[in-house]
C-alpha cells in the first residue's frame, strides 16, 4: 500500500540556522509533490508545489527538492526564525483527487 | 480563511446523534474536499466533489455523508455509523483539477462524548 513518511516527528533547531525536512514515499510515483504548513488547530496552508520533472523549486526561504529515483522530497527552510514554528506537511499526488499527506514534521525555532 | 468558511469550530454531540458539518466558499472553485485529521497522522480523505450534484468516496467514507447542491457548499454528515468520530475535521477547495494548492478552512473539532 502506498506509505508517506516524513521521518522527524520533531525538529527543533536554533534560529538563523537551516531547517530541513524529510519527506518519502513508496509504492508511489507522483506526478507533483506539495509542501503545507499547519499552526495549531488551523487549517493546513498551501506553500509549494514541485512536479516531477523538476529537481527543484524556491520560494523567498524556501526551497523544495524532489528526487523521484530515491522517492524523496527535502523541504528547506534557511535563515529559520521563531514564526517558521509549525507543522510541514507533504502530500504527493497523481492528480487532485489521490492527493495524500504525510503525518507531518513539527518545527520549533529557538530564538 | 481564505474565503472557506467552516462552521462550528467547536462540536460536541453525544455518542449515536448525526451532527452535519458546514463548509461554505466564496472562491468560486469547482473541486472540494473533506479530510479527516487524528493526532500523529496524516490527512485522511473522507469526500471529495467535482462538480455540483457528483461526489466520490474517499479512503475512509464509511460513517459518512455529503451532499453538493451547490456549488459554494459540501456538508458533510457525520452518522452514527461512524465508529470513532472524534476528530478535526477540514474542509478543502480547489480550482486546477490538474495540480495545484488546496485552500484549506480552519476546520470543525468534533467530541462525541
Known amino acids: 500500500s502506498q506509505k508517506i513518511e516524513q521521518n522527524s516527528e520533531a525538529l527543533n533547531i536554533q534560529e538563523g540556522k537551516t531547517a530541513t525536512l524529510t519527506c518519502n514515499y513508496t509504492?508511489?510515483?507522483?506526478?507533483?509533490l506539495q509542501w503545507y504548513r499547519q499552526d495549531p488547530g488551523r487549517g493546513p496552508v498551501f506553500l509549494l508545489l514541485i512536479r516531477e520533472n523538476e529537481k527543484e523549486k524556491r520560494k523567498e526561504r524556501l526551497k523544495v527538492t524532489f528526487d523521484t529515483t530515491l522517492k524523496q522530497s527535502l523541504f528547506h527552510i534557511t535563515a529559520s526564525q521563531p514564526a517558521d514554528s509549525a507543522t510541514y506537511l507533504c502530500?504527493?499526488?497523481?492528480?487532485?483527487?489521490?492527493?495524500?499527506f504525510g503525518a507531518g514534521t513539527r518545527l520549533t525555532v529557538k530564538p | 480563511d481564505g474565503g472557506i468558511t467552516q462552521s462550528p469550530k467547536y462540536l460536541f454531540r453525544k455518542e449515536g446523534q448525526n451532527v452535519t458539518l458546514s463548509c461554505e466558499q466564496n472562491l468560486n472553485h469547482d473541486a472540494m474536499y473533506w479530510y479527516r485529521q487524528d493526532p500523529g497522522q496524516g490527512l485522511r480523505l473522507i469526500y471529495y466533489s467535482q462538480i455540483v450534484n457528483d461526489f466520490q468516496k474517499g479512503d475512509i467514507a464509511e460513517g459518512y455523508s455529503v451532499s453538493r447542491e451547490k456549488k459554494e457548499s459540501f456538508p458533510l454528515t457525520v452518522t452514527s455509523a461512524q465508529k470513532n468520530p472524534t476528530a478535526f475535521y477540514l474542509c478543502a477547495t480547489n480550482f486546477d483539477r490538474g495540480a495545484g494548492g488546496y485552500t484549506f478552512g480552519s476546520g470543525t473539532r468534533l467530541t462525541v462524548v
Open positions: 509504492n508511489y510515483s507522483p506526478a507533483y
Open positions: 502530500a504527493p499526488a497523481h492528480n487532485n483527487n489521490d492527493m495524500r
